[in-house]
């Protein structure tokens, strides 16, 4: 029987969550702008990019250049929680499924990692993790500067 993982880690804003929100959902082409060491680029290849079953390819730097397709699962925006699965590129070859949840509410963002190892030598994701905490503190000083 299959095993799901789940990591779960919270971080600190400053920024209003509604727009930490808004960055995700409805600007994550803003993201390679923001964060241009880490995001090379965000490209919509179906739907309006902020709702449920469009998809994204995303080009990003952890180690190395990294190609991700994600499709976006689910979108809360009065809890303003937004649930992506990526779908294809680099990750997919050692997680046979991988979701990641945002929620930003009051002063956090709080992630959650829900993945399946494609054996038992795949390492659990804490690249990712950091990935994610890194980007989020960069988008919360932009946020501070605009």
């Not at 994550?28 to 995001?39: E, F, R, T, W, Y």
Request: aromatic share 10%; charged share 25%.
């Amino acid at each position: 029987m299959a095993q799901i993982w789940k990591l779960e880690f919270e971080t600190q804003i400053k920024s209003p969550s509604k727009k930490f929100f808004d960055i995700y959902l409805n600007n994550s082409s803003l993201l390679p702008k923001i964060c241009p060491a880490k995001i090379r680029s965000v490209q919509l290849l179906e739907g309006d990019g902020k709702s449920v079953g469009s998809v994204r390819l995303w080009t990003y730097i952890l180690g190395g250049n990294v190609i991700a397709k994600d499709k976006i699962d689910a979108v809360d925006e009065e809890n303003r929680s937004v649930t992506f699965a990526l779908i294809g590129g680099e990750v997919t070859n050692y997680f046979k499924s991988f979701r990641a949840t945002l929620q930003a509410s009051g002063n956090s963002v709080k992630w959650t990692l829900e993945y399946e190892k494609a054996n038992d030598n795949v390492p659990t994701p804490h690249s990712h993790v950091e990935f994610l905490m890194n980007v989020a503190r960069e988008v919360d000083e932009y946020l501070l500067k605009t």
